[in-house]
Structure formats: structure tokens, C-alpha cells
């Protein structure tokens, strides 16, 4: 059984800088293209980026396009969001997620068009906070 389990999350000042990780148990992450998402309070969770298993295909958010990096050390079984020039704008709860309908998700990343209600195992999240 996949789990998930997100850290790095922290308060950091407009402009800063913070890495989130996404580390697996329980089953490799080898195969799975992983998705962040954010959800900010009272609204929608929404996707901000994913990558596929090889990491030869990632996709972003237009709004964080430019400023968010993902990557994956399949090694670690762990996915990264090495996050720049943060806005109070950023300011959510991030998750990782995974689904094992792998072809389906990698589709989805290639062509941008990663949803939530694709995947099925989740992380606890962690909180960003960037004041304003």
C-alpha cells in the first residue's frame, strides 16, 4: 500500500525560497507520475504541478510557471518542489498524490491536464505560509 507523506513546508517571507519533499512507503515510486496540488482556505485544490515516473515529463501551473521546479529521485523514492520567489498568493496547503491507473496519469501530465479526482493516494499535506 502507497504512502505518501509531504515536508519542507514552513513560513518564508515574500520572495523566499522553500523545497518541499514527497517521500514514499510502502511500494516504489519508480512507476507512478506524481502530482502537487495546493488548496488555499476557501478554495479549491488545485494542481500545480506533476512529473512522470522517468521524470522526462513535467508540467506546471501557469501560475507558478517559472518559479516552481519538480523533480524526482527515483533512488530515494522521493519527489521534490523546489519553490522560488514565493507570493502570499502561494500561501496553501501543498499535497502529493500518486494513482496507480499510471498510464492514464502520465497522459493526463503530458498533456497538462492533471486533476485530483485522478488520483487516488494522498499525502497528510504541509502548510506554506508566505505573508503579505
Known amino acids: 500500500q502507497l504512502q505518501l507523506v509531504e515536508s519542507g513546508g514552513g513560513l518564508v517571507q515574500p520572495g523566499g525560497s522553500l523545497r518541499l519533499s514527497c517521500a514514499a512507503s510502502g511500494s516504489t515510486l519508480n512507476y507512478y507520475t506524481i502530482g502537487w496540488f495546493r488548496q488555499a482556505p476557501g478554495k479549491e485544490r488545485e494542481g500545480v504541478s506533476c512529473i512522470s515516473s522517468s521524470g522526462g515529463t513535467r508540467n506546471y501551473a501557469d501560475s507558478v510557471k517559472g518559479r516552481f521546479t519538480i523533480s524526482r529521485d527515483n533512488a530515494k523514492n522521493t519527489v521534490y518542489l523546489q519553490m522560488n520567489s514565493l507570493q502570499p498568493e502561494d500561501t496553501a496547503i501543498y499535497y502529493c498524490?500518486?494513482?496507480?491507473?499510471?498510464?492514464?496519469?502520465?497522459?493526463?501530465?503530458?498533456?497538462?491536464?492533471?486533476?485530483?479526482?485522478?488520483?487516488?493516494?494522498w499525502g497528510q499535506g504541509t502548510q506554506v505560509t508566505v505573508p503579505s
Open positions: 498524490a500518486a494513482d496507480g491507473n499510471v498510464s492514464l496519469l502520465f497522459r493526463l501530465c503530458v498533456a497538462n491536464k492533471v486533476e485530483s479526482k485522478n488520483f487516488g493516494s
